[in-house]
């Protein structure tokens, strides 16, 4: 056990630890007393995205535990690992604030030991959309999620839309390999003016975070459009690759017209639709999307 902090701030005792162990040890406590737990897991730099995801657990279980680790297996070789955002005590203040009862925060080597060999991986689901630029990403995501899903064995675990592929994927993963828990996904939660919250989001300029503005944008011409019933997915991508375009600091990683269900790509809007967009801006690459209904007659 290297530390076990306690905040005590508003009277709530919230912990945070390490250890595997100490996340064991807590959670059969709180099952002997016959409590339910629910997990948020985070890479931290918390916003107010993420304080969604724990509200929404404190209001449907008796604990909640945050995962704070900004998992190295998930980042390809030439991205952002050692420049994520990192603020512990911030994090501990929205976490003690929103009446989560215990942050996970472990370091690499508590996760993954230095003969670490064996990861979660997926067939389906995973090689378009983010997959296709991020080929080693998901297997990282499943991987660690598999572990805390382990290590913490919660009731239900919290996951965000923004990451709608991620969600897919875990859903997808918990049905496949058993896991005894329910995924709750929770909308995206925007700025003022539309930009999704984002960790990411710290890292743009001024003029970046200006330009950024053009990815709900370009997401609102497309809802527009399919509320005013248009079905041709490729006229949908048109729209959004346009508006897009006339944004000089962004340049498009993807603009995708899937099935909600299977991330296939598709060429009519019928069922559940997602569409997704991947958007550098500057150099930060920010993800947004819109599920979207057609109503069946
Ligand atoms: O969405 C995230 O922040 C991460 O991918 C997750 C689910 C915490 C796994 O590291």
Known sequence: MRYTKMCTEKGIIMKIVETIQEVREQVKEWRKQGLSVGLVPTMGYLHEGHKSL?????????????SVFVNP?????????????????????????????????????????????????????????????????FRGVCT??????????PDKAYFGQKDAQQLAVIRHMVSDLNFGLEIVGCPIVREEDGLAKSSRNTYLNEDERKAALILSKSLGKGKALLEAGETDAAKLKAVIENTLATEPLASVDYVEVVDWDSLKPIEIVNGSVLVAIAVYIGKTRLIDNIIWQKEMR
Request: aromatic share 8%; charged share 25%.
């Open 73 to 137: 297996m998930q980042f390809g070789p030439k991205e952002d690992l050692a420049s994520y955002p990192r603020d512990l005590d911030r994090d501990a203040a929205l976490c003690e604030n929103a009446g989560a009862d215990l942050i996970f925060h472990p370091e690499p080597e508590e996760m993954y030991h230095e003969d670490f060999s064996s990861f979660v991986d997926m067939n389906t689901l995973t090689g378009g959309l983010c997959g296709k630029t991020r080929p080693t990403h």
């Open 144 to 153: 660690v999620v598999s572990k805390l899903f382990h290590i913490v064995t």
């Open 54 to 66: 724990i509200d929404c657990a404190v209001s449907e279980n008796d604990k909640v535990v945050v």
